[in-house]
C-alpha cells in the first residue's frame, strides 16, 4: 500500500533539515512479530537502510527497542562500530554509552522478582518468562485469552508487591524492570548528543508513545497499525515502513549531495 500523501510530504521536509535523526522501533515495526522473541527477524532491506543513512553526511540512525542491548545487537545484525545507535531496555542501554551495571540492591531486587514471577508462570502453563539484565518481561503470545487475563493480573500483583520495580505493559508483554527509563528520554538525550535538528521515530507499541509525546514539527512521528496515539502520522504494516525508509534514503541522498 502506497504511504499516505501527507507522511510522504513529511518526509520530503525532513529530508531538506541541515542535520536528521532517524530512528525506528524493532518489534512491530522492523521485525513482524512471532511467538520466540529469539526468532524475530528484520524487514528486508530496513536495517540496510538505517545503514545508508547513517552513511550519509549530517545524519543519524538508531534502532530504539525494549530489547536487551545485546539481543537487538544480534537481532538487527548492527555488529559493534556499526553508525546506527542501538538503545536497549526501553532506553536504559545505549551503545552509545558504558552500560550501568546494577547496583547490589537492583540485582537483588530483580532476583526476588524473578523468583516470585516464576510461581507465576507455573500456576499458568503456556505463559514464558524472558530474562533481561535488568527486567523481567511475562510474555503471552499465543495463550488463550482467559490464561493470559490471570497470568497478568498476577504478573502485576508481583510487581506491586516489590517497592522499586517498574511496569510497563506492550503486546502481549508485561516487562517488570529494575530501572528507570523511557523511549522519549532516550530519543531526546540521542538527539541533543549528536546535534540532529529533526527527528523521524517509528514505533507501534504503547511504550513508543513516550518518544511519539517527546516529538514536535518538524520531527516526524509515525505510528504503526490500530491504536489511540500522540503520533503524528499512521502507516498499517512493517512495509510500509520499509518503503518510508527506502524513500527517505534517496530523499537524505538527493539533498545532502547538494
Ligand atoms: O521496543 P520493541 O523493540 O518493540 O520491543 C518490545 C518487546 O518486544 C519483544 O516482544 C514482542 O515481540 C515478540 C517477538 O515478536 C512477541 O512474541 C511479543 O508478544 C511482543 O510483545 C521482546 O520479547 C520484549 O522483550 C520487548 O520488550
Redesign the pocket.
Given at each position: 500500500m502506497a504511504l499516505p500523501a501527507s507522511l510522504t510530504a513529511a518526509l520530503e521536509e525532513l529530508a531538506r533539515r541541515p542535520s536528521v535523526l532517524v530512528a525506528s522501533?524493532?518489534?512491530?515495526?522492523?521485525?513482524?512479530?512471532?511467538?520466540?522473541?529469539m526468532?524475530?527477524k528484520p524487514l528486508e532491506g530496513t536495517i540496510d537502510d538505517l545503514a545508508a543513512l547513517a552513511a550519509l553526511p549530517r545524519t543519524h540512525a538508531a534502532?530504539?527497542?525494549?530489547?536487551?542491548l545485546d539481543?537487538?545487537t544480534e537481532l538487527t545484525g548492527l555488529e559493534d562500530g556499526s553508525p546506527v545507535t542501538r538503545i536497549g531496555?526501553?532506553g536504559a542501554q545505549s551503545s552509545h554509552d558504558d552500560a550501568d551495571d546494577l547496583g547490589e540492591e537492583q540485582q537483588q531486587l530483580l532476583e526476588r522478582l524473578t523468583g516470585d514471577l516464576h510461581d507465576v508462570v507455573e500456576a499458568h502453563p503456556g505463559v514464558r518468562l524472558?530474562h533481561?539484565p535488568a527486567?523481567t518481561?511475562l510474555?503471552?503470545?499465543?495463550q488463550e485469552e482467559h490464561v493470559a487475563e490471570a497470568a497478568v493480573r498476577s504478573a502485576l500483583e508481583v510487581a506491586q508487591r516489590h517497592t522499586g520495580v517498574k511496569v510497563?505493559q506492550?503486546?502481549?508483554?508485561v516487562?517488570m524492570s529494575v530501572v528507570t527509563a523511557d523511549?522519549g528520554t532516550a530519543l531526546k538525550a540521542l538527539q541533543e548528543k549528536v546535534g540532529a535538528d529533526a527527528a523521524l521515530y517509528i514505533?507501534?507499541?504503547v511504550?513508543?508513545e513516550h518518544a511519539f509525546e517527546v516529538m514536535a514539527e518538524p520531527d516526524v512521528s509515525v505510528k504503526v497499525g490500530e491504536g489511540e496515539t500522540a503520533a503524528r502520522f499512521r502507516v498499517d504494516s512493517g512495509e510500509q515502513v520499509a518503503e518510508a525508509l527506502r524513500l527517505l534514503v534517496r530523499l537524505r541522498r538527493e539533498a545532502t549531495a547538494s
Open positions: 522501533d524493532f518489534d512491530g515495526v522492523l521485525a513482524p512479530f512471532v511467538q520466540d522473541p526468532d524475530a534502532v530504539v527497542s525494549g530489547r536487551d539481543v537487538l531496555s526501553h524472558e533481561k527486567a518481561v510474555h503471552t503470545r499465543g510497563l506492550g503486546k502481549n508483554v516487562e523511549k514505533g507501534d507499541d511504550t513508543d
